[in-house]
DNA sequence: GAGTGGTCTAGACCACGCA
DNA sequence: GCGTGGTCTAGACCACTCT
């Protein structure tokens, strides 16, 4: 992967520290080491890539601000593990009045495969017609609905994904696990919206009921588009919690 | 401020470079480096303080990631100033559909002092009570209204507010170069709302437009609140964005 | 006690901005 | 050419975890 021949000095060169981020973030992706595994001990990662600890450390902080790994002093690094909790605690953010984190079931109403349409083929980058899955589902909680979800991933990442079992909770878990495919971050678009005859029927709302819509696209960690997904949400009892920095 | 006395190695202590952080932010928040100065090299404050230059470098590096220093290679260390224009990029996120940035601009409806309420003494950690100053403005961009926003303020933070001639524009930049109140980060709750009659009217849109709601509070580097405010937009033409991390 | 990450230091050299 | 921050190294010691 890296070689001595590359050190620093050479012109226009990347930092050694961001060569050793990206290496490492490439064997994580590639399932050199899989989520909630152990890396290398930092002096172990330094001597194999030829450079000084104070070097990999400061990758590894790197990929720890990230959320690509996780530190315990005195344990080790481990890959980040998208369990069903932390994965709705990130990218799941209707909370009650008081704050508190709802933990929504969900309950798919249809699934099926088709080509992706020209917005699909520019978020994802396709080069030619591909084809996707689109995903809807219900969010429910105290068994009431409380979001709909449509969710539109690419075909090709996600074979037979359509015949799991776990599409009912957060898909970020599913799609590391058993895709390989970590989601590190998310854009989105918030606007307010009046619930139609269909969202209403979904939801169990009124029709006019003001709507969160939320249109968001996913990424890896290399900046790879790989989920795009619309949500309504009610928020006549929650909120939708952001933090500004 | 720092004294060698409480060096490492006492039991309990928080990290050298945690304690320099500290030192650093309480001088900047009293005002004794003003927005856009220099702060003194690593290598001065490190004698100042007594501690090496590898632990100010953690402390500044950590301050320039919450934003509330700037650093520019060959130059120095910069107190973050807030300007319009970032601010505005910061903490006002609508946005065009192609993404695209608004700079609106402000009109003020009303400006009065009266007690804080029950929930403004909590936010505002209030121990009896006290006054603040409420705000409230249209956002307005291309002659057209696309916000209103309700602004509460500690009076006792901000005296004579009332009397300034640039409540129309960003206010933060104003909190910090008048009152030294830095602030640099928010929690935000939205929802989803339905115009009624008064915000129809100030908004020029149709009773019933769905508006998006935003309840926020702004914090010091200290996590002292020091505004609340409650903004609803009108996203009919406009997105709000998010970036999920 | 051995092994891990966390803190702190000291020093070398590079890249950048400016006079 | 000097002063600044940025990178990289080497080594010491601390705090935590497990056996």
């Known amino acids: ?31 050199d080491w ?17 450079v000084s600890q104070g070097t990999v450390r400061k990758a ?7 959320k690509v790994v996780e530190r315990r002093q005195g344990k080790g690094t481990f890959v980040s593990e998208h369990t069903d909790e932390d994965s ?8 009650r009045r008081d704050g508190s984190r709802l933990m ?4 798919i109403e249809s699934i099926h495969r088709r080509p992706a349409n020209r917005l699909e083929r520019t978020v994802f980058g396709f080069e030619e017609s591909d084809d996707v899955i689109e995903i809807c589902r219900l969010r429910i909680v105290d068994d009431l609905p409380c979001a709909t979800e449509n969710i539109v991933i690419p075909h090709r990442l996600f074979p037979d994904i359509e015949k ?16 390989g495919i970590h989601v590190v971050n998310a854009e989105e678009q918030l606007r307010s919206e009046i619930a139609n005859k269909q969202q209403a029927k979904r939801l169990k709302a009124p029709i006019g009921t003001p709507l969160l819509r939320v249109d968001r696209i996913a990424h890896t960690i290399h900046g790879q ?21």
Do not use: C
């Open 1 to 31: 992967m890296h070689s001595t021949a590359d050190m620093n000095n050479t012109v226009g060169s990347r930092p050694l520290y961001k060569q050793v981020y990206d290496s490492l973030a490439n064997r994580i992706s590639e399932g």
């Open 104 to 107: 929504p079931t969900g309950k």
């Open 60 to 66: 590894l902080t790197e990929l720890e601000t990230d």
């Open 164 to 179: 799991s079992t776990s599409l009912t909770t957060s898909l970020y878990p599913l799609y590391q696990r058993e895709f």
């Open 34 to 50: 899989k989520p909630a595994q152990s890396l290398p001990s930092e002096f172990a990662l330094a001597a194999e890539l030829g």
């Open 225 to 245: 588009a790989v989920e795009r997904r619309t949500s309504r949400l009610d928020t006549r009892n929650y909120s939708y919690s952001v933090m500004v920095n």
């Open 88 to 95: 709705n605690f990130r990218f799941f953010r209707l909370t």
